[in-house]
């Protein structure tokens, strides 16, 4: 059971790959990959049920691939493979610390990690491992950000968490425009009506059809993810009631 005054029993966290970049500009920061371990291993210890989805950008994306004169579905295809190496980055990173994690992909590799199947996911993570999502939907033409969507909708999570650059979901890009200011509370429809940079609206819409609520925070800001289980702490929460 959750700890005292946490509010949420099991939880997706959506990683994107960029967060793993720290400030390099390709690949994995190493120092970053075992800050968001940390931050998960934190929450693993307030006795939440915690599954992750990891991006791909920092390595590679379908639409870059198609841009340059590839196939759109095989440039996709490696932007899921991407994430198979950033799942197995975080899955090192998490055991390191001591967290118990099994990897299941969307496309199924043997030799590497367990294929999706969604009863042993669960499973995993009643026994107290984190499960890492890897290889997106399995699909081309998707994005990681639906995969979080529908990974939390098949594994019953209680919330979808997005760990961003910064605290939340703002009127405007806060690194650029100074007078921008944060929302407390958007509804999924608000998202989508203004077509706020959250996650794609088809992310957006499958969290909506499942009432699951979308909590937005800072990656960078240490103990961020524990404080917003605990409704503390500075974030954005979408759900289909402003309240
Ligand atoms: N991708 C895909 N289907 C999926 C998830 C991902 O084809 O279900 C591909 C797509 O090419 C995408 C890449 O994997 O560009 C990396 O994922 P994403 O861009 O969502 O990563 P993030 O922006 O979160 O780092």
Redesign the pocket.
Known sequence: MPADGIRYKRVLLKV???ALMGKRDYGLDPEMVTTVAEEVKAVVALGVQVCLVI????I????RGAATGMERAT??YM??L??VMNALGMQSALERLGVHTRVQSAIPMASVCEPYIRRRAIRHMEKGRVVIFAA????????????AALRASEMGCDALLKGTQVDGVYTADPKKDPNATRYERLTYLDVLARDLQVMDASAISLARENRIPILVFSIHTPEAFAEVMAGRGKFTIISEEKE
């Open positions: 994107s790959g960029e991006g791909g950008g920092n590679f994306r379908g639409i440039a996709d932007g899921m991407a994430t997106g939907t399995g699909n081309p033409f998707f994005t990681t950000d639906t995969a």
